[in-house]
């Protein structure tokens, strides 16, 4: 068998096995109405926040969560290149130190730009 073909077998074993827990979930799991608290505004500290329109978050959120899956993946990153940059040449720590060169700004923005105080209140 080819190696594709095997693959591809896997790949559709997976994605039956996943439409099949979720049909199953969608025709025997429960289905209660929203009711009480869970119609209530999402409480995060001390006050609650107020849905506007159909968003239930203030936008700064958004801008720490993209500031967290950024340096998430960048030690993803870090970590596979440390696996696999064995014999370190002149292009792979040339790489390496342009890739820390963009994050350290990326940082020096996030610091500038005040994100760092709306993610510590």
């Given amino acids: ?9 896997y ?5 039956g096995f996943v439409a099949v827990t979720l049909a199953m979930n969608r025709v025997l799991g429960p289905k209660p109405a929203p009711q009480g608290a869970k119609l209530e505004p ?3 500290g001390a006050t609650a926040i107020e849905p506007i329109g159909d968003r239930a978050l203030p936008v700064k959120y958004y801008g720490i969560a993209v500031v967290f899956i950024l340096f998430d993946l960048e030690t993803v990153f ?4 440390a696996l696999g940059a064995q014999p370190l040449g002149a292009a792979a ?9 963009l994050l350290a700004l990326i940082m020096l923005y996030v610091w500038r ?9």
């Fill in 78 to 81: 870090l970590y596979l290149w």
């Fill in 42 to 44: 999402f409480e995060c």
């Fill in 93 to 101: 720590l040339a790489g390496l130190a342009l890739f820390i060169v």
């Fill in 11 to 15: 790949l559709a074993a997976i994605l």
């Fill in 1 to 9: 068998m080819n190696a594709y073909a095997g693959l591809l077998l």
């Fill in 113 to 121: 730009s005040g994100l760092l105080e709306e993610i510590t209140r």
